[in-house]
């Protein structure tokens, strides 16, 4: 996952994320990992195979359609003290906000975490995404330290429940976050993948997030505001 997200395009200060109107859904639309095959009857085929005849079994032709697997965005929201700084939690509020309507345009399911000095709290429990989820993020606020490492167990913990529950999906784990914490979690293991989108300054960059994320194997996204 080290490749340069489709999201975002180069241009001055660095990666910019791109017109959501105008962008493809969170994932790449084509899937090599799509689930196994399902039979579907081609009616047309069908109908030239039976011609003036009434409809039997041996008439009918079918042809194979992908199972696309079911897609779940959990987000991990950083509402700790140095994200109230210099408007780092207002610009991943947004962010947040974007993800959770391209989520729903796509038809996909979401979940919220956030962490900070409330300690680790569910936002979102897992279910289909809507515009309106967006005003549990429009409702947060900010303060205290930043319980990274429970919170990555906490989603974790909310992602096998989902799957329990409803069954196995192509998981994604979406950190955002300014890095700065002394903390070094281990990298979370539920998620099939984990994008940190880091808010840190950029003049005055600690580079925690682009460390986890070459250690974890996941994918390293700047923030900035939309474009």
């Not at 979406?174 to 293991?189: H, I, N």
Request: charged content about 20%; overall charge positive.
């Amino acid at each position: 996952m080290s490749h340069r997200s489709r999201l975002m395009r180069a241009g001055r200060g660095g990666l910019r994320w791109l017109n959501p109107a105008r962008q493809p859904l969170l994932a790449p639309p084509a899937r090599p990992d799509a689930g196994p095959s399902r039979a579907a009857i081609a009616w047309l085929p069908t109908l030239l195979a039976k011609g003036p005849q009434p409809l039997q079994g041996g008439h009918l032709r079918y042809s194979q359609r992908s199972v696309q697997p079911a897609r779940l965005h959990l987000i991990v929201l950083d509402t700790s003290g140095s994200m109230r700084q210099r408007g780092r939690l207002a610009l991943a509020k947004g962010h947040a906000t974007w993800l959770i309507e391209q989520a729903a345009r796509a038809g996909d399911s979401v979940a919220m975490l956030s962490f900070g000095g409330q300690g680790v709290e569910l936002r979102l429990p897992p279910g289909r995404a809507r515009a309106s989820c967006s005003e549990k993020v429009r409702a947060l606020g900010g303060g205290g330290g930043t319980p990274l490492a429970h919170a990555l167990a906490q989603a974790d913990k909310v992602l096998r429940r989902a799957e329990r529950r409803d069954g196995p999906a192509e998981s994604w784990l979406w950190l955002l976050t300014d890095g700065r914490t002394l903390e070094q979690p281990a990298a979370p293991e539920a998620p099939r993948h984990v994008v940190i989108i880091d808010f840190d300054d950029a003049a005055r960059a600690i580079g925690r997030c682009a460390a986890w994320a070459q250690r974890w194997g996941a994918e390293h996204r700047l923030a900035s505001r939309p474009a």
